[in-house]
């Protein structure tokens, strides 16, 4: 971010980046530490946590689903993509649907043009 407003950051490390897609999504995780609180009130609330090394994660998530639901990155960015994808979908039928009532006003058109043509 950089544009020098409330919510500028300043520039962060890049610990990791998250692959591009058309349908959007995360673009960065960062933590939540280094976000301003009126940032974090207007934001739904997701935790990312790392099992230390040695830890059975299994008991991290049992742990863990005592307050929340509970799911690895890669089941949150599925569902994520998932919820993107159907808003998509839903775009696209109706540009498409309007695609395809230009294309039979136009074919109307010239059916019209061309019996006028012809009529006595």
């Known amino acids: 971010m950089s544009g020098g407003g409330a919510d500028d950051l300043g520039r962060l490390p890049v610990a990791a980046g998250v692959p591009r897609r058309m349908d959007g999504g995360a673009a960065v995780l960062i933590p939540a530490r280094l976000l ?3 940032t974090l009130a207007q934001a739904a609330s997701r935790s990312f946590v790392a099992v230390r090394p040695g830890a059975d994660p ?6 863990l689903s005592r307050i929340g639901s509970v799911s690895t990155v890669a ?5 994520d993509a998932g919820t993107r994808a159907s808003a998509n979908a839903g775009t696209l039928t109706a540009v498409m649907g309007l695609g395809g009532l230009f294309a039979s006003l136009g074919l109307v058109n010239t059916v019209v043009m061309a019996v006028s043509e012809t009529w006595p």
């Open 75 to 79: 089941q949150w960015a599925a569902r």
């Open 58 to 63: 299994a008991t991290v998530e049992a742990e």
């Open 36 to 38: 301003l609180a009126a």
